[in-house]
């Protein structure tokens, strides 16, 4: 059955846990104040963040304290226009949207450390918890955001259940809307419409078209709104046609970067970014790209296979390894699996041939190989803790050509069956 990917699914919502007051003016202009009293928590430090984007995410510290004996905490910073702020805490992940001048006391749920396994796995995602307000006030930023996705959700079902066009997308829009005639929340604004654009790609490509006209087009990017981020990522993320998007010279730039980071477009479209904060976004994709460039280090000096051995690059008779990040439940995986053991026969002495399994148990990875004898190294991603970061990995496939000295030597290579060395 097809889900919706809204916001709520974006962030990973599972649950409305904490509780916050909100609407006491900061005590500095431009300024909001996060206080509480947790005992669960004492002597853990909460880190209040935020990310500058969803194409090269980098977190901005904005506020950090240690909880008191008593559990009393404090993060105050400088905030002059809506954020969408997060704290890591153990097991959860918190979420809050933070208007400026305003002070939240917020009551955390019950501490809950994370598990060795959980703190080993590079791809364990914490549960996250949206803010649930007690008496807020009627325009509160969280309160209309958890209204409005509600309404959402009603529209989503309608939609799918009775295999809905896009003309009753229309009708139940303007259903939406006309709740919210008279809301001069522009965040808030921003943060309907682009819902509304992630909503239309339920409708294949005439929905995506639709929503880039009526809703991306027109407007600026929300670097700060994740609604903004849901759709450019759901919308964008395989569009090849980014001319199209030309008229709105910033959100171009944005498609353009989206697409050198997925490999569709080659570096150099970096070097025409010219608007200040896509132009920061590239700076950052450019070093990135730098980590995997040809004849840079890995950054990791071995691997370890399901069998626990140390698989050292140097340890490897053959010159070159040819690395592929799979997953068993990839049917491209399986392909791989088989195309890698027919080149094994054939490059034997100049390839060695790794395969890496990302975010699978060992019971399936060797499910998955039992049929593949002939290729002799095989990983998991919970042994091998690091090798998401060097490889920049976001999901698998991917697939690299490394030297026995540890250095990319193709980056990335071709799949298998279309390798030829």
């Given at each position: 059955?097809?889900?919706?990917?809204?916001?709520l699914k974006y962030i990973g919502h599972t649950a409305l846990l904490l509780c916050l007051l909100a609407g006491i003016n900061a005590p500095r202009l431009s300024a909001a104040?996060?206080?509480g009293k947790a005992p669960d928590y004492a002597g853990q430090e909460l880190l209040l963040y935020t990310e500058s984007d969803a194409i090269?995410?980098?977190?901005?510290?904005?506020?950090?304290?240690?909880?008191?004996?008593?559990?009393?905490?404090?993060?105050?910073?400088?905030?002059?226009?809506?954020?969408?702020?997060?704290c890591d805490l153990g097991f959860y992940r918190g979420c809050i949207f933070v208007e400026s001048n305003k002070n939240y006391k917020i009551n955390l749920p019950p501490y809950k450390p994370l598990t060795e396994s959980e703190n080993l796995n590079p791809y364990f995602v914490p549960e996250t918890i949206l803010l649930s307000i007690d008496n807020p006030d009627n325009d509160d930023i969280n309160l209309l955001v958890a209204?409005?996705?509600?309404?959402?959700?009603?529209?989503?079902?309608?939609?799918?259940?009775?295999?809905?066009?896009?003309e009753d997308f229309d009708r139940f829009y303007g259903d939406i809307e006309s709740a919210y005639r008279n809301c001069g929340n522009g965040y808030f604004n921003d943060y309907r419409k682009f819902s509304y654009a992630q909503l239309l790609r339920y409708f294949g490509d005439r929905g995506r078209d639709m929503a880039i006209s009526m809703f991306l087009l027109p407007g600026t990017p929300?670097?700060?709104?994740?609604?903004?981020?849901?759709?450019?990522?759901?919308?964008l993320e395989d569009f090849r046609f980014i001319e199209y998007l030309k008229p709105n010279r910033e959100l171009y730039e944005l498609a353009a970067i989206l697409n050198v980071a997925n490999g569709h477009l080659g570096e150099n479209y970096l070097d025409s970014v010219s608007i200040d904060r896509p132009r920061k976004i590239a700076a950052a994709l450019k070093?990135?790209?730098?980590?995997?460039?040809?004849?840079?280090?890995?950054?990791?000096?071995?691997?370890?296979?399901?069998?626990?051995?140390?698989?050292?690059w140097?340890?490897?008779?053959?010159?070159?390894?040819?690395?592929?990040?799979?997953?068993?439940?990839?049917?491209?995986?399986?392909?791989?699996?088989d195309f890698a053991g027919r080149l094994k026969a054939r490059w034997k002495r100049n390839f060695a041939f790794v395969f890496v399994f990302m975010s699978d148990s060992k019971e399936k990875i060797s499910a998955a190989c039992s049929n593949y004898p002939q290729i002799e190294y095989i990983c998991s991603s919970e042994d091998n803790p690091g090798i998401g970061k060097a490889f920049r990995?976001?999901?698998?496939?991917?697939?690299?050509?490394?030297?026995?000295?540890?250095?990319?030597?193709?980056?990335?290579?071709?799949?298998?069956?279309y390798f030829e060395p």
């Open positions: 059955m097809l889900e919706r990917i809204g916001i104040t996060i206080s090269i995410p980098r977190l901005i510290e904005l506020a950090s304290d240690t909880v008191d004996a008593d559990g009393s905490f404090l993060l105050s910073f400088d905030c002059d226009s809506t954020l969408f702020c997060k209204s409005f996705e509600d309404k959402l959700d009603s529209l989503w079902n309608r939609l799918l259940f009775n295999y809905g066009t896009t929300g670097y700060s709104n994740p609604a903004f981020w849901a759709a450019f990522s759901s919308l070093q990135e790209l730098r980590k995997t460039a040809e004849g840079n280090d890995v950054g990791i000096p071995y691997l370890i296979n399901l069998a626990n051995d140390t698989l050292r140097t340890d490897f008779h053959e010159p070159y390894i040819y690395l592929c990040f799979a997953n068993s439940g990839l049917k491209e995986s399986l392909s791989d699996l990995l976001k999901t698998p496939p991917a697939y690299f050509v490394i030297t026995n000295t540890g250095k990319f030597e193709i980056s990335p290579a071709p799949v298998p069956a």
